[in-house]
């Protein structure tokens, strides 16, 4: 059933580039058009929306905080994205013109289910981006964009968040297509970045040993910080997550312009960073963050970048570079995540801890 692997989470992290493929699968038409017939809102209320919030926990909430840097971007719709459990006892601002997009994996999420009867009792339409057919959030919801993950079965979220990314990405494409945000073939040619993907997840795997060799030898480390900015933001709160629900070490996520409010305090010397690197053909973006891996580097951080091959500005300031191939800033989120995955797995590992059962945790939480 592993599939020859010691772990289910290391096969489900080596199904990401099927899991990406099949989302996208079937999903446009003979002219290459995008059309996701299961979306079962009418045409006019998805053209009227004004705002979308996603609820969802964890790491399908993380998925959620991508999404809303790609499809405010293509669609000029405000996106908020909100713990599903804190959504549900304040008292959010939702009407017929919210489309509220609750984001599963297992969609049994107790939590989630609440704040999708919650919005829907305030009559906005749900959307669920589900990967288990059937399940409660599924039926309950006004339609369902399934994510074809396959099923997930290590507690610890892989293959399932790189499926929501893409969803909610061609959930994204697809209102900026119907609202006339984006012509067809500039649809087209996200799409057709998305295509690349899998190719891409499969280069990074290619290179898993360095990642793996890297996480063994710090098996004795206490506290691990990650930071990114833009889509590596939520990027860097996934890998922080992994590594404490997995390794059980303290591991916090940082937006890394926030660092000198506050968090840059923590850095002393020796303190393992990873940092996010978007691509070097964004400049101003990236030049931030160059700047902020030189302002740890300075105080004594032990630097672990993810950069884009070929970009050599990283180089004087870390310590240890994992790559991932050329790829648009938007996309990055979907192989950057990776090598952070392999990390906290195999630190897990070497560390004598079950990947696939981490204690004090259950697959779905269905209790609120
Ligand atoms: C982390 C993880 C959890 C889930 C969260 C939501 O690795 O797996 O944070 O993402 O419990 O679960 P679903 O997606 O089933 O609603």
């Not at 590992?349 to 004090?360: E, F, I, L, S, T």
Request: proline fraction near 5%; glycine fraction near 6%; aromatic fraction near 6%.
């Amino acid at each position: 059933v592993k599939g020859g692997f010691d772990s289910f989470m290391d096969k489900e992290i080596h199904d990401q580039p099927q899991a990406v493929a099949d989302t996208l699968l079937g999903r446009t038409d003979e002219l290459g058009r995008l059309k996701l017939d299961e979306l079962r809102i009418d045409e006019t209320i998805l053209r009227s929306i004004d705002k979308i919030i996603v609820v969802a926990c964890g790491t399908a909430a993380y998925a959620g905080h991508v999404a809303k840097y790609a499809v405010e971007h293509w669609c000029r719709i405000p996106v908020e994205v909100e713990l599903a459990h804190e959504f549900r006892y304040r008292d959010p601002v939702v009407n017929e013109k919210t489309l509220v997009v609750a984001i599963s994996q297992s969609g049994e999420t107790m939590d989630t289910i609440m704040a999708v009867r919650h919005a829907r009792e305030q009559g906005s339409k749900v959307l669920a981006v589900v990967n288990t057919y059937g399940s409660t959030i599924a039926r309950e919801s006004d339609a369902v964009l399934y994510t074809h993950a396959g099923p997930e079965v290590a507690v610890a979220s892989t293959k399932a968040f790189i499926a929501q990314i893409t969803a909610t990405y061609l959930l994204g494409l697809y209102l900026a297509q119907l609202r006339g945000n984006k012509y067809i073939d500039e649809v087209a040619d996200y799409l057709t970045e998305l295509g690349r993907i899998p190719g891409k997840i499969e280069e990074v795997l290619a290179r898993q040993e360095q990642v793996r060799e890297v996480a063994r030898a710090m098996k004795d480390t206490t506290s691990v910080l990650f930071l990114g900015r833009h889509v590596g933001f939520p990027v860097a709160l996934e890998g922080a997550l992994k590594l404490k629900e997995l390794a059980y070490i303290h591991a916090e996520g940082f937006a890394a312009g926030e660092l000198k409010h506050g968090p840059i305090a923590l850095i002393e010397e020796g303190q393992p960073v990873f940092v996010v690197v978007p691509t070097p053909r964004r400049p101003t973006l990236h030049a931030k963050v160059i700047s902020n891996i030189q302002e740890i580097r300075a105080r004594g951080a032990r630097t672990l970048v993810i950069a884009e091959d070929g970009d050599d500005d990283v180089t004087p300031f870390a310590d240890v570079v994992f790559r991932y191939p050329p790829t648009p800033t938007l996309m990055t989120p979907l192989v950057s995540v990776v090598p952070l995955q392999i990390f906290a797995g195999e630190l897990a590992r070497a560390k004598g801890y079950d990947v696939d059962q981490p204690r004090n945790l259950a697959k779905s939480v269905t209790v609120e």
